[in-house]
Structure formats: structure tokens, C-alpha cells
């Protein structure tokens, strides 16, 4: 009997056993040793950090564990962008350079700086008429409109459009380009003004290129005949009156005549060598000289000056048997019209057109050298300004 009971204490003690893990696994543990739910570590560096320690109760069986990690950065701090320099500088170009501190490198694409702010880059509209097309103008009442000029007027005037855009030329590129300066057509020869770097204090390189087929010639020389460095250094314009040419020098303040005698070397093949002889320089009133051009109507000289004192730029007509004379002088523009540089005029009367250089240093981007075409109208004695085009 004592043997049965026994028998009876042993089953129901191994029975008992069997249900003891099923009820310690039902606990779930979500602390720490020290009794946190949580462990942070922070880091200095790169490196291994511990992720805490778990106390688990002696003889328990472990059937799951979960561990939930998150990392976010001990301290934060930031930089307030408010200046177009900040984005690479106002416009919606493509742009790569650095970015102020603490950026080391940045880019920017597709998108518009303007206003201290950046934004998407719009997409593009018809910002002007273009005459090209006769479904710009809905009812030309009797009027004549010149698709090729891309003008409208009462009668075909012969007139070309500023919105008209004629073709490139394409050049050769045998050539040793650098950096290019004044352009000038002579007889059927381009005569491109090059420099070694991008500054104008230097005696350029003059090099020849066939207007028709864009082939690379050679060089002219250039014979300076006495003249000093102040009348060809810093040519900023040059117009040409048959084998004569007229070149604006800017800060040098001289307006200098030079005379290109064509030499042949092959009668045989017609090559010829050109050189640009320097024959006499004026100044006028100690002003800079900032353009030059003869108007193909009327085959009269004029030079564009700038004041300094009077902060104005001045349009003067000169006699080319005496380019010291002058013969009349307006006033184009003071310093709120054109505030930076004048470099270049087109006299075609009654039309001027006047080119302001504006030469600006953008923080992260550099220097830009947009330019303006300012366009007057000569009435008898005043010069009013009727636009401007923004060439960049």
C-alpha cells in the first residue's frame, strides 16, 4: 500500500514538472539589470558601442527576445541660407562650386535663384513678339508685315528686328584660341584680337580667319611705328572704314587709327600676309573712350566717351580728316541708365546702340560678365533711350 502511494506521489510530482516551464514562459522580461526599460549610447566617433545588459533568472529557458534600436543624433545645428550667393548666384543655370561653411561642396539643377530665395525653375513663355511667324499678329489692317526682318510697319521699311537671330559662323579649330577679344571683318578676313590671359593690358595676338569658310589663316603682325603701349592696350571696340581701322582703348583713354597693308607672298596661290601698322591716337578731355563706329549712311565718325566727374556717357561726332575735332556731342546716358562699363557702340542713324559691360563677382560662383544693349533714337538734338536686351 505504502509502495502504491509512492507510485502515486512520483507520477503526479513528473506531471506538476510538466506544466512548470509552460507557466514561467508566459512572463515577459523588459528591463535592464539595473531595472531601466532603455538604454542609450552615445557616440563620439566611429567605433562599437555596448547595447546594455540583460539579467536573465537562473533555469529560465529563453523562447523569444526583441530588440527595438533607434538612432538620432545628440546635438543638431544649422546654417540660415538668405543671399543669391548662398545658391550659386542668381539665375536658373547649372551651377557646381562651394557653398559657404559648413558645406565643403555643392550643385544645383532645374532650379531658379532670384530674390534671396530658391525655387523650381519655371517653365518657359513667350516673352516677346516674334514677327517671324505671320500667326503672331492677328489683323495687320493694311500694315506690311517682313517676316525675314521680323518687323510690322505701313510699308516694307527694309528693317531687321531685334528679336531675328542671324547665323553662326563656324571657325576652324587649328587655331590657338585663348582668350578673344575684339572682332573686326577685314576685306574677306575675320581679325580676331587674342590675349594670353583674361586681361586686356597686353599686346594681343591677331589672328586671321577666311569669312567664308571659317578656315584658320594665320596671324597679321603688328607694327606698333612709335606708338606707345597706352594706345593699343585695353581695346574694348574697333570699326573699320575700308583698309583703315578705328580702335576704342577704355582706360588708356585714346581713340587710335591704324592703317592693315596687305602684302602678297604667292601670286601663284594668292596668299597675302597682313599687318596692322599703328598711325596716330587722340584723346578727348582726359574721358575714357569706350566705343567707336562709322554710320554706313553717312560714313561719319563717331566715339563714345565716358565721364568719370559727370558720371555720364557721351556719343561725339569727329571729323576723320581730324578725329580731334569735334563736330557735336549728346548725352547717351548718365550713371543710373548705364552704371557699369560702356565697351562697344553701333551708330546706324537714326538708331545707337550702346553695350554696358558689367563685370560682378558672385560669392561661391565667381565673376559674371553679363551684358546690356542699350538702344537710342537720334532726334535733332536730344538722344532718348528706348530699351535695353540683356545679352548673357
Known amino acids: 500500500m505504502i509502495l502504491m502511494q509512492k507510485a502515486l506521489f512520483l507520477i503526479l510530482l513528473f506531471t506538476v514538472s510538466l506544466f512548470g516551464p509552460m507557466a514561467s514562459s508566459a512572463t515577459v522580461e523588459t528591463q535592464f539589470s539595473d531595472g531601466t526599460s532603455s538604454y542609450s549610447h552615445t557616440f563620439a566617433g566611429t567605433g562599437n558601442g555596448t547595447a546594455g545588459y540583460l539579467t536573465i533568472p537562473f533555469g529560465a529557458e529563453v523562447t523569444a527576445a526583441q530588440f527595438n534600436l533607434k538612432g538620432e543624433a545628440s546635438s543638431t545645428s544649422h546654417s540660415n541660407f538668405t543671399t543669391n550667393s548662398h545658391f550659386g548666384g542668381a539665375g536658373d543655370g547649372i551651377w557646381s562650386g562651394s557653398p559657404p561653411s559648413p558645406f565643403t561642396s555643392g550643385s544645383r539643377t532645374n532650379v531658379d535663384v532670384a530674390s534671396q530665395a530658391m525655387s523650381l525653375k519655371g517653365n518657359p513663355s513667350l516673352q516677346s513678339i516674334d514677327f517671324s511667324r505671320t500667326s503672331q499678329v492677328q489683323s495687320k489692317v493694311g500694315a506690311h508685315q517682313n517676316t525675314t526682318g521680323q518687323f510690322v510697319s505701313l510699308s516694307d521699311q527694309g528693317y531687321t528686328s531685334l528679336t531675328k537671330k542671324f547665323p553662326q559662323s563656324t571657325v ?204 537710342f533714337t537720334h532726334m535733332f538734338d536730344k538722344v532718348p533711350i528706348h530699351g535695353e536686351k540683356v545679352m548673357v
Open 172 to 375: 576652324s579649330t587649328s587655331a590657338s584660341w585663348g582668350y578673344i577679344g575684339v572682332v573686326v571683318l577685314v576685306d574677306y578676313e575675320y581679325h580676331i584680337m587674342k590675349y594670353s590671359s583674361s586681361s586686356l593690358y597686353n599686346t594681343p595676338t591677331i589672328l586671321r580667319i577666311n569669312s567664308t569658310t571659317g578656315a584658320y589663316i594665320g596671324t597679321a603682325s603688328l607694327n606698333t611705328n612709335g606708338c606707345s603701349t597706352s594706345q593699343y592696350y585695353n581695346m574694348v571696340d574697333a570699326t573699320v572704314d575700308g583698309s583703315t581701322v578705328y580702335t576704342a582703348h577704355y582706360t588708356s583713354y585714346y581713340m587710335t587709327k591704324w592703317s592693315v597693308i596687305t602684302t602678297v607672298t604667292n601670286a601663284t596661290t594668292g596668299s597675302t600676309a597682313k599687318s596692322w601698322r599703328c598711325d596716330s591716337s587722340w584723346q578727348y578731355s582726359s574721358n575714357y573712350v569706350t566705343g567707336v563706329d562709322i554710320d554706313d549712311a553717312t560714313g561719319k565718325l563717331y566715339v563714345a566717351t565716358y565721364s568719370y566727374s559727370a558720371n555720364a556717357h557721351y556719343l561725339n561726332e569727329v571729323s576723320k580728316s581730324s578725329p580731334a575735332s569735334i563736330q557735336g556731342t549728346w548725352t547717351l546716358a548718365t550713371g543710373t541708365t548705364v552704371s557699369r562699363y560702356g565697351a562697344g557702340i553701333i551708330v546706324n542713324m537714326p538708331t545707337i546702340i550702346y553695350n554696358e559691360y558689367d563685370q560682378q563677382y558672385v560669392s561661391g560662383v565667381g565673376y559674371n560678365y553679363d551684358s546690356y544693349h542699350h538702344f
